[in-house]
Structures are given as C-alpha cells and as structure tokens.
C-alpha cells in the first residue's frame, strides 16, 4: 500500500527546458510536503516543502505545487541545469514527524 | 555548521555478525531519526528519538535491531546477528522541533550520507 507515487522512474529534460516531476498520495491526511534531491553516494539532499495551507511554494528555480483535491504535488525546475540530474523524492508527513517517501524520479537533463 | 554525519560510510559483513553505525546529528538538533533505503525505493521510516528519548519504532525494527541515543546527542543503530535481508543504506536524519517551511510542528529533517551496508 505505497500512500506517496512517483509514477515515473525516470525523465530526460534539454538543459534550459522546464522539467516537471510529479507524485500523488493516498493519505488525505497527508499535510506537510517535502521535494529531496539524491545524489549517488550521498543522503537525500532538501530541496523544497509546502504545507497544505498553501497550493504553491517557490525558491529560485524550484517551485513546488500542491493540488488537494486531486491528492497531487508536483515540482518544476525552470530552467533545468546539467547539475539538476539526480533522483528526486517526494515525501509525505500527517502531523507526525514520520515522512512517507515516494520510489523516486531519476532526472537527467541533457546539455 | 556541519551536517549530518554518518560512520561508517560502508560496512561488509558476514551473516550472523553484529554490526553497530553511528550518527552525528547538526549540532543542537533534538530530534534524530534513522530511515533505511534499499535498491529503487525511497527511505523508509525505522525510528525516531526525541533528546534521549526514543519515541516510535517501526514494525520494520525487528528484534534484532537496537537504537540508542544516550545523552541526546549522537545515535548508534546496532543490528544483531546480520541476515543478508539487511544489506541496505541506513539513513540518519536530523531536525529541530518546529523549525521549517511547514507551520507548527513541522520541521525539515536533514539527512546524512548514509551508511551502505552489505551482508554476505
């Protein structure tokens, strides 16, 4: 019973494009949101969060955007980097400090 | 300000043995947290210490596995008589209660780079 989706394993972006990785979860109680970033060898990375007040939360390149009702969120990296090429994971928290993760998204942006 | 670190970075070992991993969390962070990540999934939740005290295990902690974080501060997770099932990355985070972009009780754990553990 996986609550948090990454429905795609992997995604290629041209270098400058908008690259879009989404997730879904099953939880309505879901209410906090995070985006990490995963290099190979190291630990996830923290890119981006929302809490469920909110429907869009920005920093620089990163946007992340939360639809309730479609138990949906999604990130969007404009302009895509070389440097962006990672496995990205979304996770979920219900009022607890326990975070549900998703499978992940291999990005690769192409130079 | 350094982050988390984790040792060792990769432990081999053989079935049957113990093997114990450290985690140091950001100084003054007083919550510690270890998930574990196996092959093409995300991290999965394994405990969760508040200070000293340890406060949810997952049911993914069998009896074999142990965490302790005596004075606060560091954690060790310690795994008693390996099976190769165990052979995984063993995360530890860390966070500060109720610091974050979240509102309230939220706060954004920071993880570690983990130690790679394979069982033979």
């Known amino acids: 019973d996986q609550q948090v989706k990454q429905n795609s394993p992997s995604l290629s972006v041209q270098e400058g494009r908008i690259s879009i990785l989404n997730c879904d979860y099953t939880?309505?109680?879901?209410?906090?949101f995070l985006w990490y970033k995963k290099y190979p060898a190291e630990g996830p990375t923290f890119l981006i969060s929302i809490s469920s007040i909110k429907d869009k939360n920005e920093d620089g390149r990163f946007t992340v955007f939360l639809n309730k009702s479609a138990k949906h969120l999604s990130l969007h990296i404009v302009p895509s980097q070389p440097g962006d090429s990672a496995v990205y994971f979304c996770?979920?928290?219900?009022?607890?400090?326990?975070?549900?993760f998703g499978t992940g998204t291999r990005l690769k942006v192409l130079a | 300000d350094t982050g988390v670190s984790q040792n060792p970075r990769h432990k081999i070992t053989k079935r049957g043995q113990n093997v114990t991993f450290r985690c140091d969390p950001i100084?003054?962070?007083?919550?510690l947290y270890w998930y574990r990540q196996t092959l093409g999934q995300g991290p999965e939740f394994l405990t969760y210490f508040q200070n000293e005290a340890q406060l949810e295990k997952s049911r993914l902690l069998s009896d074999r596995f142990s965490a302790e974080r005596p004075k606060g501060s560091f954690s060790t997770l310690e795994i008693q008589r390996t099976e190769q099932g165990d052979s995984a990355m063993y995360l530890c985070a860390s966070s500060v209660q109720g610091v974050g972009a979240g509102e309230g009780w939220a706060d954004t754990q920071y993880f570690g780079p983990g130690t790679r553990l394979t069982v033979l």
């Open positions: 100084s003054e962070h007083n919550r």
């Open positions: 939880n309505s109680m879901f209410d906090y």
């Open positions: 996770a979920a928290s219900s009022g607890t400090y326990k975070y549900i």
